[in-house]
């Protein structure tokens, strides 16, 4: 059972628009911000965004973030057929000593 | 260009330990923090532990506090995760993974990997 709660799937036809979503609680995304990995099979977790809506060098500007509140939310725009991967949201957790928490992770196919 | 890599496959018997090494090169190791996250088989991310080479201070998730020791060696560039009291629900890959964007913070994103080290724990 993850911290971060997503949704295990997602789809869509290249070209379209596809959001993932990422719902967490006070002590994680609602006090700390949120990045984005995405995991190609057989690969190691990439970082896509970080600091809520911030890209890496190199990323597209295809790929944006967002946050509100508990909640956070990754889009894709443009879809691609190399976007299809596995997509984890992480966020700093401030109980305990503090610690880094994921979500489940959503596999994105592109159909 | 940073780059993290990490030791060889491993398999282990039930209740003995493992241990895996991270060697940085291409950036500042010491001043970034270094975080090791496994995944198991078909499953998510999960966070073990951290630690900021240059203070030498780890810091570990509750679930793994008393199991796991992270450590780190200036001189080599190199960082290690142990787990010992091996079950099965150990067997997973493990990453290594900096902390980068700002120096000295646990809480920096984790911007470069390693490629993974499959630990199967199995009698």
């Known amino acids: 059972q993850s911290v971060l709660t997503q949704p295990p799937s997602a789809s869509g036809t290249p070209g379209q628009r596809v959001t993932i979503s990422c719902s967490g609680s006070s002590s994680n995304i609602g006090s700390n911000t949120v990045n984005w990995y995405q995991q190609l099979p057989g690969t190691a977790p990439k970082l896509l965004i970080y600091?809520?809506?911030q890209r890496p060098s190199g990323v597209p500007d295809r790929f944006s973030g967002s946050k509100s509140g508990t909640s956070a939310s990754l889009a894709i725009s443009g879809l691609q057929s190399e976007d299809e991967a596995d997509y984890y949201c992480a966020a700093w957790d401030d109980s305990l000593n503090g610690c880094w928490v994921f979500g489940g992770g959503t596999k994105l196919t592109v159909l | 260009q940073v780059q993290l890599v990490q030791s060889g496959a491993e398999v282990k018997k039930p209740g003995s330990s493992v241990k895996v090494s991270c060697k940085a090169s291409?950036?500042?190791?010491?001043?970034?923090?270094i975080s090791w996250v496994r995944q198991a088989p078909g499953q998510g991310l999960e966070w073990m532990g951290g630690?900021?080479?240059?203070?030498?201070?780890?810091n570990y998730a509750q679930k793994f506090q008393g199991r796991v020791t992270i450590t780190a060696d200036e001189s080599t560039s190199t960082a290690y995760m142990e787990l010992s009291s091996l079950r099965s629900e150990d067997t997973a890959v493990y990453y290594c993974?900096?902390?980068?964007?700002?120096?000295?913070?646990?809480?920096?994103?984790?911007?470069?990997w390693g490629q993974g080290t499959l630990v199967t724990v199995s009698s």
């Open positions: 630690i900021i080479p240059i203070f030498g201070t780890a």
């Open positions: 993974a900096r902390g980068g964007v700002r120096y000295f913070d646990f809480q920096a994103p984790l911007d470069y």
């Open positions: 291409g950036g500042t190791f010491s001043s970034y923090a």
């Open positions: 600091s809520n809506n």
